[in-house]
Each structure stands twice: as structure tokens, then as C-alpha cells.
């Protein structure tokens, strides 16, 4: 049983996304888990960012993509952290119990920035909170 308390955002860890259609990403591979430290100490849901070392999208370079490296992160591969992609699974679905590794603070920033990009974010002020 995966221990729900140490998943930590950041972490990057294998995942099974299973069988899906067209260019969404399909298959085990990593991800890095995006949702706050108690969403996933109490919930049965993980916010991921899939990985991918395909060639072609590293030339294809949007504007949502983390270039990962050796030198940068634990990947083996250069990968691409592909924001636009944010997808939310099950902790059933995590393979491996234990992180393949964490990413530092100055890529969670970057990956930070290109959520804000993928969701419009860059441009909202902070509402007033609204009286309930």
C-alpha cells in the first residue's frame, strides 16, 4: 500500500496512465505530482504533469514545456515536462511506490510559471475574498 504521506509535490514518480486516444499521454511513464502536500497526504487523487523523451516535441518546444536533463534532474533521458498535458489520476496508478526522484525548487518554479501560462493565469489579480 503506497504511503499517502510522502508523496510530496515535486516528486516525480512512474505512473500508469493506461490506453487513451489521440496525443494525450498514454502508457507508464513519469510524472511530477503538482497538487499540494495535503491533497495528497488525504486525498485518493494526484495532480501529475507527464514526462516525455520524444525527439519530436523537443524541437516542437511550446511555450508550456520544461526541458529536464541529467544536470538539472534525475531523468536518465532529456525529457520535457509537458504542462499542457496536467492530468489527474488515482494513486492507484502510481507503479512504483518510491519517487524515481524530486525536482528542485528553480524547476518547480518554471514548471510553476508554465501552469500559469497553460491556464491564462498570467494576467489575474487576486480577488477579495467573498463574504459568505
Same mark, same amino acid.
Given at each position: 500500500?503506497?504511503?499517502?504521506?510522502?508523496?510530496?509535490?515535486?516528486?516525480?514518480?512512474?505512473?500508469?496512465?493506461?490506453?487513451?486516444?489521440?496525443?494525450?499521454?498514454?502508457?507508464?511513464?513519469?510524472? +511530477? %505530482?503538482?497538487?499540494?502536500? @495535503?491533497?495528497?497526504k488525504?486525498?485518493n *487523487?494526484?495532480?501529475?504533469?507527464?514526462?516525455?523523451?520524444s =525527439?519530436?516535441?523537443?524541437?516542437?518546444?511550446l511555450?508550456?514545456?520544461?526541458?529536464?536533463?541529467?544536470?538539472?534532474?534525475?531523468?536518465?533521458?532529456?525529457?520535457?515536462?509537458?504542462?499542457?498535458?496536467?492530468?489527474?489520476?488515482?494513486?492507484?496508478? +502510481? %507503479?512504483?511506490?518510491q519517487? @524515481?526522484?524530486?525536482?528542485?525548487?528553480? *524547476?518547480?518554479?518554471?514548471?510553476?510559471?508554465?501552469?500559469m =501560462?497553460?491556464?491564462?493565469?498570467?494576467?489575474?489579480?487576486?480577488?477579495?475574498?467573498?463574504?459568505?
Amino acid at each position: 500500500m503506497l504511503e499517502s504521506k510522502n508523496i510530496r509535490r515535486g516528486q516525480v514518480y512512474l505512473i500508469d496512465f493506461g490506453q487513451k486516444e489521440g496525443n494525450v499521454q498514454m502508457g507508464q511513464r513519469p510524472a +511530477i %505530482v503538482v497538487n499540494n502536500d @495535503l491533497g495528497s497526504k488525504y486525498g485518493n *487523487i494526484l495532480s501529475v504533469v507527464p514526462l516525455t523523451t520524444s =525527439v519530436v516535441k523537443l524541437h516542437k518546444k511550446l511555450p508550456t514545456h520544461t526541458i529536464l536533463t541529467p544536470e538539472n534532474s534525475g531523468v536518465k533521458k532529456i525529457s520535457i515536462a509537458m504542462s499542457e498535458q496536467l492530468t489527474v489520476i488515482s494513486k492507484s496508478q +502510481i %507503479v512504483k511506490e518510491q519517487p @524515481l526522484f524530486e525536482l528542485n525548487d528553480e *524547476i518547480m518554479e518554471q514548471i510553476n510559471y508554465n501552469l500559469m =501560462v497553460q491556464f491564462n493565469l498570467l494576467q489575474c489579480r487576486i480577488p477579495q475574498r467573498m463574504a459568505v
